[in-house]
């Protein structure tokens, strides 16, 4: 976990009240391109799509 927030450039977070809920890690040129390389939410999240509202 520490070396893929270290190494990532760009990052989303999604937080319920002060518990980390979901992390999206990318590479990014801040221009044209962005490689999503991680993506975690925590299994007790998956079902109220945190997912879909990470990139809305």
């Known amino acids: 976990m520490e070396g893929m927030t270290k190494n990532s450039n760009f ?3 999604v937080w ?3 518990e980390l809920i979901g992390i999206a890690c ?3 040129d801040f221009h044209y391109a962005c490689y999503l390389s ?5 299994k007790e999240c998956h079902e ?3 997912v879909k509202n ?3």
Do not use: H
């Open 11 to 13: 990052m989303v977070t």
């Open 54 to 56: 990470l990139f809305l």
């Open 48 to 50: 109220i799509g945190v």
């Open 38 to 42: 991680d993506l975690a939410v925590c």
């Open 16 to 18: 319920a009240e002060e």
């Open 26 to 28: 990318s590479m990014k």
